[in-house]
């Protein structure tokens, strides 16, 4: 099981840009998919993005956030990123770094572990 926590969120302008970080502890990290989740007021959790095992391979975005925002993950300081730009006010939320076993999936029920969240809003 990994540990995961995030950082980076805050307060930005439409259009600009934010780069969140979620630092990954525990055995074995690279062999975990890493994903970033997002979850507006009063809506549900919904997947933005995520970075498979290994140093990488596949990628995987989510329609909304394609040609804006880009994930990496640097499995020598064990560190998921989430590059956001020409951000929008529909992207305030709290974002979610999340961690699974083996290939990528968008359920979060197919996630197991989660950070605490990191708080992103965007003022329009």
């Known amino acids: 099981q990994v540990q995961l926590e995030e950082s980076g969120g805050g307060l930005v302008q439409a259009g600009g840009s934010l780069r969140l970080s979620c630092a990954a502890s525990g055995r074995d990290v690279s062999k975990y998919v890493l994903a970033w989740f997002r979850q507006a007021p009063g809506m549900e959790r919904e997947f933005v993005a995520a970075?498979?095992?290994?140093?990488?391979?596949?990628?995987l975005l989510a329609t909304s956030v394609k040609g804006r925002f880009d994930i990496s993950r640097d499995d020598a300081k064990n560190t998921v990123y989430l590059q956001m730009s020409r951000l929008v006010p529909e992207d305030t939320a709290l974002y979610y770094c999340?961690?699974?076993?083996?290939?990528?999936?968008?359920?979060?029920?197919?996630?197991?572990?989660w950070g605490q969240g990191t708080l992103v809003a965007v003022s329009s």
């Open positions: 970075v498979g095992r290994d140093g990488g391979g596949p990628t």
């Open positions: 999340a961690a699974r076993y083996s290939y990528i999936v968008t359920a979060s029920s197919g996630y197991n572990a």
